[in-house]
T-cell receptor
Framework: SAVISQKPSRDICQRGTSLTIQCQVD?????MFWYRQQPGQSLTLIAT?????????ESGFVIDKFPISRPNLTFSTLTVSNMSPEDSSIYLC???????????FGPGTRLTVT | RKEVEQDPGPFNVPEGATVAFNCTYS??????FFWYRQDCRKEPKLLMS???SGNEDGRFTAQLNRASQYISLLIRDSKLSDSATYLC???????????FGTGTSLTVIP
């Protein structure tokens, strides 16, 4: 498994502003992912964070709204840009370990946009 | 049609009961299957992978039925601490695309 931390754990932001969420892993991993979980819903994959290249976004998510960085194999950031109340959600990073497709999740960032 | 479908429940069962959840998936090319557990206001945690031959871990048994495209999770001798939402996850093995079910809520009652 892997130990994953996220910062901040929660935040309340005003609409129109941006928030950058950090994800740190205690070991080098190839695959890192960013998910969103809205209240009462399951997880939706936003993008795969690729080290050394642009992130791969899922349908409905774009780089201008959710820019992602992946400078090395242990760290990634997700920015939620120009926020609106609809962006209020929990944002989770996850990693895939040992290429066996098992994912481990960070504790999440609870975002509220007012 | 959703990639992964689960009965949302809730399942309310007494302590000591046996409870089973099913999850159906739509893509016959799916390769990897998992059950995750998510406690309220916490991140999902891997409960067990589901292998073709089925697998057991203590009170938990997971099975895969490829012909009917579903996976199941059986919990025996339910404990209060088993109360959580159980998420079914399927990987299509192409581009690392994971699909999460909406989860099945379980409450074990004293």
């Amino acid at each position: 498994s892997a130990v994953i931390s996220q910062k901040p754990s929660r935040d309340i932001c005003q609409r129109g502003t941006s928030l950058t969420i950090q994800c740190q892993v205690d070991s080098q991993v190839t695959m890192m992912f960013w998910y969103r979980q809205q209240p009462g819903q399951s997880l939706t994959l936003i993008a795969t964070a690729n080290q050394g290249s642009e992130a791969t976004y899922e349908s409905g998510f774009v780089i201008d709204k959710f820019p992602i960085s992946r400078p090395n194999l242990t760290f990634s950031t997700l920015t939620v840009s120009n926020m609106s109340p609809e962006d209020s959600s929990i944002y989770l990073c996850s990693v895939e370990v040992d290429r066996v497709y098992e994912q481990y999740f960070g504790p999440g960032t609870r975002l509220t946009v007012t | 049609r959703k990639e992964v479908e689960q009965d949302p429940g809730p399942f309310n069962v007494p302590e000591g009961a046996t409870v089973a959840f099913n999850c159906t998936y739509s893509n016959s090319a799916s390769q990897s299957f998992f059950w995750y557990r998510q406690d309220c206001r916490k991140e999902p945690k891997l409960l067990m992978s589901v292998y073709s031959s089925g697998n057991e871990d203590g009170r938990f048994t997971a099975q895969l039925n490829r012909a009917s495209q579903y996976i199941s999770l059986l919990i025996r001798d339910s404990k209060l601490s088993d109360s959580a939402t159980y998420l079914c996850v399927v990987n299509t093995d192409t581009g690392n695309q994971f699909y999460f079910g909406t989860g099945t809520s379980l409450t074990v009652i004293p």
